[in-house]
């Protein structure tokens, strides 16, 4: 059973044997994140990936660098808009922060537009792939856009004048712009006005097969047509991104729905926070959208155009497979597939057999997880279903199984998470959807985000009602399951059913249990169960028996978390650490981290799932879940870890850790300073290993092959 601690208290922060460690320990979030997005932006570089591929990335790129802007870059505003002069965990102050945040982020947009403008745009034109402006369309593609403009982009058109009778218009969040001067031949005097691009219509507007134009640039062309009578002088595209993060307070929690409504509507009118403006505009136009929007000069990104990458979506969605990866199919979990019946696996009787560990998305999500819920929809035994949700789509198996086994009269509880970020809307409309099928649907516990992956089903056998449980590292999303890497285990263990089953109560009710055996939980014990079983290996190196941790998350932040690493490798212990996203530990550092690896692996599916591992002297304990190593997951969300208990699962996680840091996989490697350096080459020159490729053609092998 877990030691039950209050948030806070695990461990003091700096002790090491009555030392201190330095200040300088830790890296910063920001920075570190900005790292991970130029990882990504390095995918977009490779030149050994499909050119569609490296087009996808490019638009990741660009859609993770409006997200942070939009919640990181905006909290560091806030902050120092509010005069709070708190040095975050690496030393810097906000203002050094955001400072350090705008020159290294420029660096990348810039280096962004460069690849697609020199690099990408030539190489899909090649392929004949083309992205062309106005001046590149033949006269019969202007005439076929002349018409479109007529009869789909006019009537929603809107310009907004800015004179004494009209004042600067509100521009929203990551919208589209043109900036208009025109002049007015009667009196000469020029005037401002902005127009917005459409959002309803697509980014790159097709002129052909495989051609392409930006929206913007046939709008351009037909200013005349919005302001006859008038002379168009010129026009510069621009967008502004705001602080569009979600704050709900904690005295509307009662109305959570209504209270998060409201916000969603104060969400477009947050402040701006970045000014994307095309490099070929007027001085005059910049300075009036800088003092109008309130910007500061550093906080402007001149930038070839077009701007906003992110509609280059458009174009990895074209039937194009010989510049894509190869299709890839996934299949049917072994375990699973050794009790198919004629139609799908008998998921419930494979479960009775023992645990099942699931790999996605090389494992099937559709014929495991999507399989178990709608199996145990429609089995006349099963009495109910309980399930969290966090992320998912309306049209979801998953929450049509839901409202089928209501309609089928079980008693059916849905945890959903209306404040995932982003998604607050759509979680509303399909709650509400759920609401009406006869779900009972709850929001979790006051100030606490629901973040956990769970999913009970309780069927009656006769003698006994038996608890099936599904426990994920990702979220009950079936297009998600098939980009994210992520692990789950689906077990009718009933140990983990009564942990599942009072985890359950506790969000649903008001129960006040926080114990449990198999299940860490947060924000109650998992960081002082993990920190536990680091001090535990560090006991077990010192008294010269078999010690080692190995980490995999998406980011590792906690500095109590870090500081007991750091620790444990001054004690001699082997940590390894295979992080997707932040890392602000600092590896390789001598004295402190020297035993510390740190690497990174991103390719074409997301790298998702969470395992903690213990050797724990020859009797290895392996942890997988929703949480990972950040104050948010550890204090304020609700998360749940499970310990892995089969040999076979254990090894099999076990050995993957081991491809993952094995020196012939490619990776990028962390180093103390916080500098990543891309390794994916042998000292030959041979490409290494690619982790993911490797796994998808392991389980194009028969079983008994891979035994």
Not at 190 to 199: G, I, N
């Amino acid at each position: 059973m877990t030691t039950d601690l209050v948030p806070g208290e695990d461990l003091p922060l700096d002790l090491l044997e009555g030392s201190v460690l330095p200040e300088d320990r830790f890296i910063d979030r920001e920075l570190s994140w900005l790292a991970f997005n130029q990882r990504v932006l390095e995918l977009a570089e490779n030149q050994d990936l499909p050119l569609l591929e490296r087009t996808k990335f490019l638009a990741i790129f660009a859609s993770n660098l409006d997200e942070f802007y939009m919640v990181r870059v905006a909290g560091l505003k806030r902050r120092i808009a509010t005069g709070i002069a708190v040095r975050a965990a690496s030393g810097m102050l906000p203002r050094e922060v955001h400072d350090a945040v705008l020159t290294t982020s420029r660096g990348l947009m810039v280096r962004q537009a460069d690849l697609f403008r020199h690099e990408l745009m030539p190489a899909l034109s090649e392929e004949g792939i083309e992205m062309v402006r106005w001046d590149e369309l033949s006269d019969a593609e202007k005439v076929d856009m002349a018409e479109l403009f007529d009869h789909r982009v006019f009537p929603v058109l809107t310009p907004l004048a800015v004179d004494p009778a009209h004042p600067f218009p509100y521009i929203s969040g990551l919208s589209l712009s043109l900036a208009v001067i025109v002049r007015n031949p009667e009196t000469d005097a020029e005037l401002f006005a902005r127009v917005k691009v459409p959002e309803m219509l697509p980014r790159f507007i097709q002129v052909g097969p495989q051609r392409f134009t930006p929206l913007e640039d046939v709008i351009a062309a037909h200013l005349d047509r919005l302001f006859p009578g008038l002379e168009v002088q010129q026009h510069h595209t621009f967008r502004v991104t705001r602080n569009e993060d979600v704050e709900v307070e904690e005295d509307d929690a009662e109305n959570l729905l209504k209270a998060l409504e409201r916000e969603l509507m104060r969400r477009r009118f947050g402040p701006p926070v970045r000014l994307e403006v095309e490099h070929t505009i007027d001085e005059h136009v910049l300075d009036l959208l800088v003092r109008e929007l309130g910007v500061s000069d550093s906080e402007v990104f001149r930038l070839a155009g077009p701007l906003d990458l992110t509609g280059l979506w458009t174009l990895v969605g074209l039937d194009r497979d010989d510049l894509k990866d190869p299709a890839f199919v996934p299949k049917t979990n072994r375990e699973l597939a050794e009790v198919e019946t004629a139609s799908a696996p008998d998921v419930l009787a494979a479960m009775k057999h023992g645990d099942v560990l699931l790999h996605h998305p090389y494992d099937s999500f559709s014929t495991s997880v999507q399989r178990f819920l709608e199996q145990a929809a429609n089995d006349r035994k099963v009495l109910a279903i309980k399930q969290t949700l966090y992320r998912t789509s309306g049209d979801s198996p998953i929450v049509d199984a839901l409202i089928e086994a209501a309609h089928a009269g079980k008693q059916v509880l849905a945890l959903v998470e209306i404040k995932a970020r982003f998604d607050e809307e759509a979680n509303i409309s399909w709650a509400r959807k759920l609401e009406r099928a006869g779900v009972h649907v709850v929001y979790g516990l006051v100030g606490l985000k629901t973040h956990c992956k769970l999913s009970m089903v309780v069927r009656d056998e006769g003698d006994i009602l038996r608890r099936y449980c599904h426990i994920g590292t990702g979220n009950y999303h079936p297009k998600t399951a098939r980009l994210y890497e992520d692990l789950g285990l689906l077990t009718c263990d009933p140990v983990v059913g009564e942990d599942v089953a009072n985890l359950f109560n506790r969000l649903s009710g008001y129960s006040m249990n926080t114990e449990y055996h198999r299940l860490l939980v947060a924000p109650h014990s998992i960081r002082s169960g993990l920190i536990e079983r680091v001090e535990r290996e560090i006991e077990h190196q010192r008294a010269g028996r078999q010690a080692r941790i190995r980490f995999k998350c998406n980011s590792i932040v906690d500095e109590k978390v870090i500081d007991s690493l750091y620790r444990a490798s001054q004690a001699g212990v082997e940590v390894d650490v295979l992080v997707r996203g932040i890392c602000a530990l600092r590896p390789g550092v001598p004295g402190l981290s020297e035993t510390i690896r740190v690497r990174s692996i991103l390719g074409r599916f997301l790298e998702h799932s969470r395992v903690y591992e213990f050797a724990n002297d020859g009797q290895t304990e392996v942890f997988i879940g929703s949480a990972d190593m950040m104050h948010r997951n550890l204090d304020r969300r609700v998360e749940t870890l499970v310990s892995i208990t089969t040999e076979e699962h254990i090894d099999e996680i076990s050995n993957l850790l081991d491809l993952s840091f094995d020196a012939a996989t490619s990776s990028w490697h962390l180093d103390g300073a916080g500098d990543w350096t891309g390794v994916h080459t042998s000292d030959t020159g041979a490409p290494l290993r690619d982790l993911q490729n490797y796994l998808i053609k392991l389980r194009q092998l028969p079983r008994s092959s891979t035994r």
